[in-house]
């Protein structure tokens, strides 16, 4: 069952179809969403856990907006993190009166980085009876409703109160792997994004013969990709990441020695890695994830002053405080700040207080110049999977990943390339290896994001008024994939019982790749007296319009993804009305819902930055009164 994009159904209809869909799937499959993470709540018994949306000042987008519109006179002319919050975050009076009802309650609360939120552990019989339901919606927790009435002593200084998630597990990775799996037949099938490394390959001999099948899928390295985007240019031009920090957001954690590794194997430092757990006593054990991340990284920005890792908890409340840490202390604040975790929307539809919030602290990132990249996704246009005795299906419905639908960040879907012996880009497409390998890159419409963000409307109206993701696309594909080094309990196999050399793709690591690609752009930026990208959508949606339109210049930023699709309805479950292709959706000329813009062209990216800041308009000029 699923709704085709040419359909008579009214455009407004199609949010509430996906998620009745969504619904519908999950209960053919004996399933609720929260079923599906298989994972028990993580509070204290007796305990709910609820986020106080606290009255502030408004201008917060207006902000955003005029500091990341590279057609206006405040075009990239940053705040500092703590100027926007002391300018948009509620007053200390209200602050201290929410505080002290929490606490007369016998509840405890800690104010939010932003200054706009505070979250809460409240007793369960307290909010039953001081918090009543509002009973618009319905709650993931399956026993009470999400938003509450705000009680008569804090009226005007909260402006609502909802429930937050504190079940694990809902925020996964979108690391992939093929380690330990027999394709079963030879690469290149027709219908598939799968391509022959045909490019050259550079490092130690284990790097470099890494991968499916051998001397015919060995990974991709570092000076493959590195190439393909651009950032060797900018490496040659001295731009190696210098004076630059980066945060990387993560459910799992990594062993030094394993990126020691792989930094030897080719060529590159050890990068100076800083781990910050975020409400866990000690950092998480190994995982594929933040090894990919770490990785890429290392080989993007190679003298990055610091790659903070901050690792956290997988539920919502404990990304809303991840995310929220990753805009650093007073004086440390990132350049940019990398996400390869999501979680498909229809499963979150009812968490408006979590995903309001969490806009917040993105966009208080884009008023200060950090950018923020999101990694779209890897179950296709499907956006949402399930896992059962049967194995991990996709689901027969449309939806994108948050938070890669926030309006306030850039979302990165995925692509497969083809190079050239020098190792530039022949030719890519969008990452679709159905039905051999599970995953595509991500694309979808938000139910979550409506209306659609000022610098994306005029795109593909006809599916519906939503936010679309992606915005860009870079390699995931995880045939070839990328060359990693992993020691990790769920990096080893049959074939590896001790971890190793292997490939990995997904969303995941076209995500660091681009976010590192920023570091190096702000340095070119710095260089010519500019500031940093910031918030990257409004000038790639500019410059994509123009690239359509013919401007020469614009094609030098991003090179359009006009083959493949990201529809997964041949791996969606038969039993949920899946089995057949979905319809959702196929590359084309300029922007799409399968690749978004297209692949970024990191130099080119630079270049334009700098000539937009230059050439931004000038204040109208103060008028004076007439005495």
């Given at each position: 069952?699923?709704?085709?994009p040419?359909?008579s ?11 009745a ?15 599906a993470?298989g994972?028990?709540?993580n509070?204290k ?6 986020l ?21 006179p ?12 002391r ?7 209200d602050?201290?009166?929410?505080m ?19 979250t ?6 307290v909010?039953r009876?001081a918090?009543?339901a509002t009973?618009?919606t ?5 026993s ?14 909260v402006s ?7 079940e ?6 979108t ?15 027709k ?5 022959l ?5 550079e ?13 015919k ?16 240019t ?9 004076g ?25 430092p ?19 994830e ?7 990284l290392?080989?993007?920005?190679p ?7 901050y ?15 990753a ?9 940019a700040i990398?996400i ?8 979150l ?18 008023a ?8 779209a ?39 497969n ?16 290896d159905?039905p ?19 610098w994306?409307r ?22 070839p ?7 990790a309990?769920i990096c080893?196999s049959?074939?590896q019982?001790e ?11 076209a ?7 920023v ?13 940093p990208?910031?918030f990257?959508n409004?000038?790639?949606?500019e410059?994509g ?7 020469a210049a614009?094609?030098?930023v991003?090179l359009d993804v ?8 041949t ?6 009305g ?5 319809g ?8 799409d819902v ?34």
């Amino acid at each position: 069952m699923h709704h085709h994009p040419r359909s008579s159904r009214r455009k407004s209809d199609l949010p509430r179809l996906v998620l009745a869909l969504a619904v519908l799937a999950l209960a053919s499959l004996g399933l609720s969403a929260t079923a599906a993470a298989g994972k028990s709540q993580n509070q204290k018994p007796g305990e709910l856990t609820f986020l106080l949306q606290l009255k502030h000042p408004r201008g917060l987008a207006k902000l955003v907006r005029a500091v990341s519109d590279p057609q206006s006179p405040q075009y990239r002319e940053y705040l500092t993190v703590e100027q926007v919050v002391r300018r948009f975050g509620a007053s200390p009076a209200d602050t201290k009166a929410t505080m002290l009802w929490l606490h007369e309650h016998g509840a405890t609360g800690r104010l939010g980085a932003t200054g706009t939120y505070v979250t809460a552990h409240i007793p369960t019989s307290v909010a039953r009876r001081a918090l009543p339901a509002t009973g618009a919606t319905a709650s993931s927790s399956g026993s009470l409703s999400d938003a509450r009435r705000v009680p008569a002593p804090l009226r005007g200084k909260v402006s609502a109160i909802g429930l937050i998630g504190t079940e694990e597990g809902v925020f996964e990775g979108t690391a992939q792997t093929v380690a330990g799996q027999h394709l079963g037949q030879e690469p290149g099938l027709k219908g598939t994004s799968i391509v022959l490394n045909s490019g050259t390959t550079e490092g130690c001999a284990a790097g470099r013969q890494t991968g499916a099948y051998q001397d015919k899928l060995n990974g991709y390295t570092p000076n493959q990709y590195l190439t393909a985007f651009g950032h060797a240019t900018l490496h040659k031009q001295g731009f190696k990441g210098q004076g630059k920090d980066i945060a990387v957001i993560e459910t799992d954690g990594f062993r030094r020695s394993d990126i020691e590794t792989f930094a030897k194997c080719f060529g590159l430092p050890a990068p100076n890695l800083r781990v910050r757990p975020v409400g866990i006593p000690k950092p998480l054990a190994p995982g594929d994830e933040t090894t990919l991340d770490l990785e890429v990284l290392t080989a993007t920005v190679p003298k990055a002053e610091h790659i903070y890792v901050y690792e956290g908890g997988s539920s919502e409340s404990k990304l809303l405080d991840t995310v929220a840490a990753a805009l650093g202390t007073k004086g440390h604040h990132p350049d940019a700040i990398s996400i390869s975790l999501g979680q498909c929307e229809a499963e979150l539809g009812g968490q408006i207080a979590f995903r309001d919030t969490l806009n917040e602290v993105f966009a208080v990132a884009d008023a200060s110049g950090i950018s923020v990249l999101v990694a779209a996704g890897d179950v296709g246009s499907s956006g949402c999977k399930i896992e059962n005795e049967k194995g991990a299906n996709a689901l027969p419905l449309v939806s994108a990943s948050e938070p890669a639908s926030s309006p306030y960040v850039t979302a990165v879907g995925g692509t497969n390339v083809e190079l050239t012996k020098a190792n530039q880009i022949k030719q890519e497409m969008v990452w679709n290896d159905s039905p051999i390998a599970f995953g595509a890159g991500g694309g979808a419409l938000s139910i979550l994001t409506t209306p659609r963000p000022w610098w994306q409307r005029g795109l593909v109206s006809k599916y519906g008024d939503g936010r679309i993701v992606p915005d860009v696309a870079g390699l995931a594909d995880l045939l070839p994939g990328y060359a990693i080094y992993c020691t990790a309990e769920i990096c080893k196999s049959a074939e590896q019982p001790e971890g190793g050399w292997q490939t990995v793709g997904g969303t995941s690591a076209a995500t660091p790749l681009y976010a590192g690609g920023v570091l190096l752009a702000d340095g070119y930026l710095a260089k010519r007296g500019a500031p940093p990208l910031g918030f990257l959508n409004p000038l790639v949606y500019e410059v994509g319009r123009e690239a359509k339109s013919g401007v020469a210049a614009a094609r030098n930023v991003l090179l359009d993804v006009t083959r493949g699709n990201n529809d997964l309805g041949t791996m969606t479950p038969v039993d949920a009305g899946g089995g057949a292709p979905l319809g959702y959706f196929s590359a084309g000329v300029g922007y799409d819902v399968a690749s978004g813009w297209g692949s970024l062209k990191i130099p080119g990216l630079a270049q334009v930055a700098a000539e937009r800041f230059a050439s931004r308009p000038a204040p109208a000029p103060k008028q004076t009164q007439k005495k």
